[in-house]
């Protein structure tokens, strides 16, 4: 999940070397903290929400498999 979190926001971006994606596990979900830079911010969550709601559908959608429900965090 993490791997692809971050080849999506690397494409989405135009500081692609400041993104970091972080990847934390408990027993009940996987969390995916998503870092990019401020300037970057806006591409990332779009408008009105518009992307980041689609990069959490995606991620969703992969992993339907694992019992875990993941959770995708944008940072600051």
């Known amino acids: 999940m993490k791997e692809l979190v971050e080849v999506i926001a690397k494409s989405l971006v135009d500081n692609p070397d400041e993104v970091v994606v972080t990847q934390t596990e408990n027993d009940?979900?996987?969390v995916i903290e998503?870092?990019?830079a401020q300037s970057d911010m806006g591409k990332v969550i779009?408008?009105?929400g518009r992307i980041?709601?689609?990069i959490r559908a995606v991620v969703k959608a992969a992993s339907s498999k694992e019992e875990k429900k993941v959770i995708?965090?944008?940072m600051q």
Do not use: E
Request: net charge positive; proline share 0%.
């Open 46 to 48: 779009g408008k009105q």
């Open 34 to 36: 998503l870092r990019v």
């Open 72 to 74: 995708v965090d944008i």
């Open 28 to 30: 009940k979900a996987i």
């Open 52 to 54: 980041a709601k689609a």
